[in-house]
């Protein structure tokens, strides 16, 4: 293994899994596989690239470290030459979050200075210029990512942010540097290193800007960001790599399908409410799940009965019912009920003979991978900018959908896709 990842929640992990298996400016990608969780054994001889997804993002600070750190081990064990800290393109993370802990503790353990932040992900509509992260055209705190269930996010400042964590200081390099090339950026990035900053603030704006972020840390050991952070790194590590690639062709799966969403983003209320158009849904109250009304069957039970007509099954709500909700209940106390339920539903499911399943949500994606106990997942084509389908042979095909991500008929497209159509035109 070539390249290792440390992902802090399922949805990033295949995010940035499907960035590094992709073809890129005419360089081949990995031969990625993505792990859930570290694994007991060993990374086969053709993994190239691994990424271990863990459930850390909204976890206290010391655990978050102990696991990242455990993943560090195993992908040092499998003689990785970098190491790359994943998080959410829009730097989902409270001040008192994992982000800047995670990443200096992993720097440390690495020895390493003067280590690139940079969630920007064109791609998906994510710019960072004078380290203010955007979302389209608006300021990160003007987007709906203000209202953030979990953590909301209210500065657009990253290097702000990133400061309220860390206990180092915090460097920037501004997009004027990165214009300038590879060369130019290295040199600032050594010189924060030697002025004692840990973890430095870079801007991106484009992909030619990621492009120069891959080649200026060619040989680095660690570096941080959202999964546009891997479109460069293939070209490093040209002389390593395998003649071809192991992945194997996606054909498609025929089996039953459903749609789980959990997010509260407006990308998904939008799509659930395209969706409702067409195809049967139920929505699950809060309430109902908190106090016992709404059991886990009742659900499968309407999953079932609608077979062949992608089912969809959502708790998702307005920020304003979310909130309400929160003060009655607890944040935390819903977090893990809400968990519990989709995870046993996706387990059901599963067990009935439901073959492809699309999920909506980091934290939903997480509870749903959990509860099913998959230990790795196959690449394959993208349905949309940074999420991919997903195989295991049980057999079953996944889509693990942040919020934010995916066009307005993402789950019809991705339940298509997982059926084998227009997967050609994706490739």
């Avoid at 460097?171 to 430095?200: H, Q």
């Avoid at 339920?341 to 749903?368: C, D, H, Q, Y």
Wanted: charged content about 20%; aromatic content about 6%; glycine content about 10%.
């Amino acid at each position: 293994m070539l390249l290792g990842v440390i992902a802090d929640d399922f949805t990033g992990a295949s995010d940035i899994a499907n960035t590094l298996a992709k073809r890129f400016n005419g360089v081949r990608g990995f031969a990625t596989t993505q792990f859930l969780g570290v694994p007991d054994d060993d990374a086969g001889p053709d993994c190239e690239a691994g990424v271990v997804a863990l459930k850390t993002r909204s976890m206290a600070p010391d655990d978050a470290i102990r696991q990242s750190l455990e993943a560090l081990a195993w992908l040092q064990k499998q003689g990785c030459r970098q190491i790359i800290f994943k998080y959410c393109s829009t730097f989902d993370s409270t001040p008192q979050g994992n982000i800047g802990p995670v990443g200096e503790a992993l720097a440390h353990a690495l020895d390493a200075r003067g280590v690139v932040v940079c969630p920007a992900f064109p791609g998906a509509g994510r710019t960072l210029y004078r380290g203010n992260l955007f979302v389209g055209d608006v300021p990160l705190n003007e987007s709906s990512l203000r209202d953030h269930p979990l953590n909301p996010m209210t500065d657009s400042d990253i290097r702000r942010w990133l400061k309220l964590q860390s206990k180092q200081p915090v460097g920037s390099v501004n997009w004027d540097t990165v214009r300038k090339g590879s060369e130019a950026l290295r040199a600032a990035l050594d010189a924060a290193g030697e002025r004692g900053e840990t973890l430095v603030v870079v801007d991106a704006i484009s992909d030619d800007d990621l492009l120069t972020i891959g080649a200026a840390v060619e040989g680095a050991p660690f570096l941080t960001g959202g999964s546009g952070i891997a479109l460069g790194l293939a070209a490093n590590f040209g002389s390593e790599r395998h003649p071809t690639s192991t992945a194997t062709r996606f054909s498609g799966m025929h089996g039953s399908e459903a749609v789980l969403a959990g997010s509260c983003s407006q990308a998904t209320l939008s799509q659930i409410d395209h969706h409702l158009k067409t195809y049967p849904g139920m929505a699950i109250e809060v309430a109902a799940v908190m106090d016992g009304r709404m059991q886990v069957e009742t659900a499968v039970d309407f999953v079932l009965s609608h077979r062949g007509a992608a089912p969809l099954v959502y708790s998702s709500n307005d920020p304003a019912a979310v909130r309400s909700l929160q003060q009655e209940y607890g944040r935390e106390e819903i977090a893990n009920k809400l968990d519990g339920f989709f995870g046993a539903l996706a387990r059901s499911l599963v067990a009935n003979g439901i073959e492809r399943l699309v999920v909506a949500g980091g934290e939903t994606s997480g509870a749903v991978v959990s509860a099913l106990k998959l230990d790795s997942l196959t690449i394959g084509p993208e349905i949309a900018p940074g999420v991919p389908i997903l195989t295991n042979p049980h057999p079953l095909a996944l889509a693990l959908k942040s919020g934010n991500f995916g066009q307005t008929n993402f789950f019809e497209r991705a339940l298509n896709m997982m059926s084998g159509q227009d997967v050609e035109a994706a490739e």
